[in-house]
């Protein structure tokens, strides 16, 4: 069983910069597959970056190259980094898990709101 806790949300301006933590009460291991969502009012939940077992990266391109995913396995944390921070990246952010058997854990959510 795995428990995640997301942190490090908060108001950030435009331009701005943020980083959020997620850390795991079990053990993250090597092979599962971690990832960061979003949702927005009234919005689907979407991916925003992905951290693969074989130690690949995905975003999406509303992201690229602004989002760094990272992870930190002896202290079993995983982070994403956010930089030229715009209002439409305002959403809460949710740390999700997936077990090579399948099985998929998700965080309570922290808030980003960006605004000026």
């Known amino acids: 069983q795995v428990q995640l806790v997301e942190s490090g949300g908060g108001l950030v301006q435009p331009g701005g910069s943020l980083s959020l933590s997620c850390a795991a009460s079990?053990?993250?291991?090597?092979?599962?597959?971690m990832a960061w969502y979003r949702q927005g009012p009234g919005k689907r939940r979407e991916l925003v970056a992905a951290a693969n077992s074989d130690g690949s990266t995905h975003y999406p391109d509303s992201v690229k190259g602004r989002f760094t995913i990272s992870r930190k396995y002896a202290v079993n944390t995983v982070y994403l980094q956010m930089s030229s921070l715009k209002p439409e990246d305002s959403a809460v952010y949710y740390c999700?898990?997936?077990?090579?058997?399948?099985?998929?854990?998700w965080g309570q959510g922290t808030q980003v709101t960006v605004s000026s």
């Open positions: 079990g053990s993250i291991f090597t092979n599962y597959a």
């Open positions: 999700n898990a997936i077990s090579p058997a399948g099985a998929e854990y």
